[in-house]
């Protein structure tokens, strides 16, 4: 079988390559898109609106997170289906008429719905329980009827198998009008109650407490998309119906969170998988019509998945790696600040004992070596002159050989950083018992999200408003030895003092 599938596929290949060069492929494709053939001028627009639909409806199922409603609903048309036939048949009637299957197909779905509430209901059976329980039962009476139909006499010429892998090629005009007056009608449903819907989605017990009829909405819901169902067994079956119902709602929502765009982009996603999918299988005779629409709508939630907008894979790691840069580039700022800090400190006051509110009071930030940044930071070097790197066009510091310095606007900057981080860490301290030691890890995880507001509530807090300055340091840090005052670098190298050299540096920072 393998082998069969790999010698069609090899066939397919050489026809399409030759299709190419011989200029027919264009030449089909044209015929195509003029819509020349009658077949393509009903088909063509019938699964279109039917993406349309399916996207629309999908989109409240899967906010709704009932994303296989649509499957079991779409199985438990199977025994309506083939009962319809075999009713009508014995009667006398036409078991063929469409109309016929397609009442059947409504009933046996509305009583897949009422299965799946009472079991919810009066059951303490989950939902995905009482879903598996209604579709394999309904689906395995389908099966068992359809055996029943194949044997009567115009069983076999029922193709009655159609409605459960599809067959758009035999889709009539009537068949187009209606799914697309279904279409219409889904659309008319739901913008009528899309403030209920979306409600019954996000919120289902505030809805309930304000009096909205929960039961209500829910069978409005599951009517809908045993609607899109039944219009759907025609074009893909009731196997591949469940794509449209799910595919292209949740290609929607990489490109946006906002509920109305979410439909729309949905149903424009179900509309084009259809389109482009009909068209594709038009032009290659061979391949159905089904199983490429929901190829296609495939395809396209794989380039929502890398590339949407909102939540798409590339887009994430790309704000990922911003968000890092940001970060490093604040805690690159705020650690020259720190070390400028104690190097004018140090020089003003030739030893650490007393205290600094700041470097803004010196004129010219002192530079400070890329060694004492790689020891402070923890980072490589690589990383640290890739940053330096950054900064340096940003225009916020200055590079000297192996030290850096900040400019007056990397320094008024640099301040507001560090100031933003001390009063985020005085407030762990005084409010949130967070202790002195750890509290820098803390705060350096939170500062970076700090909104305006906040910091403002920081300053008013802690009576910090007037004072633009950043704050003393509410906890220790230990100096490089670069920066120590003489008498206490004597003392870490001969070894005498280590713990006076750190608590004589503690009022710094």
Known sequence: MNVFAVDLFAVDLFAFIAAVESGSLAEQLRHVVQLEQYNTRVVIPGVTALGCCAGLVGSFTLLRRRALMGDALS????????????????????????????????????????????????????????????????????????????????????????????????????????????????????????????????????????????????????????????VGLQAVGLVLVIALLVIPAAAARFWTAAMWKTAAIASLIGGLGGLIGAVVSAVFERLPSGAMIVLVCAAMFLLSLLFGTHRGVVVRQWRRMALNRSIDHQHLLRAIYELSEAAAASRRSGNSEQGVAGANDVREPPAVLVADLVNMRSWSLRRLQRQIRRSHRAGWIVPSGDSVRLTAGGAKEAARLTRQHRLWELYLITHADVAAATVDRDADSLEHVLEPEIVAELESLLDHGDDVRPPVSPHEMVLPSSLLPEHVQSLSTTGEGPENASAETSGKT
């Open 75 to 230: 199985h438990a048309t199977l025994p309506g289906i083939a009962l319809a036939f075999i009713l009508v048949t014995l009667a006398g009637g036409d078991g063929k008429s469409l109309p016929v299957l397609l009442l059947g197909a409504t009933l046996s779905g509305l009583l897949g719905v009422a299965a799946i509430l009472l079991i919810r209901n009066l059951t303490r059976l989950k939902e995905d329980a009482a879903l598996g329980i209604v579709l394999s039962v309904f689906f395995g009476a389908g099966v068992a009827l359809l055996g029943v139909a194949q044997q009567m006499p115009a069983g076999h010429a029922a193709g009655l198998e159609s409605f459960i892998y599809g067959k758009t090629a035999s889709m009539k005009a009537d068949d187009a009008r209606l799914i697309m007056f279904a279409a219409a009608g889904s659309f008319l449903v739901c913008v009528m109650l899309f403030k209920e819907l979306k409600l019954l989605c996000f919120d289902e017990g505030f809805a309930g407490s304000e009096g909205y009829p929960l039961l209500l909405l829910d069978l409005v819901l599951m009517s809908l998309v045993v609607v899109t169902s039944i």
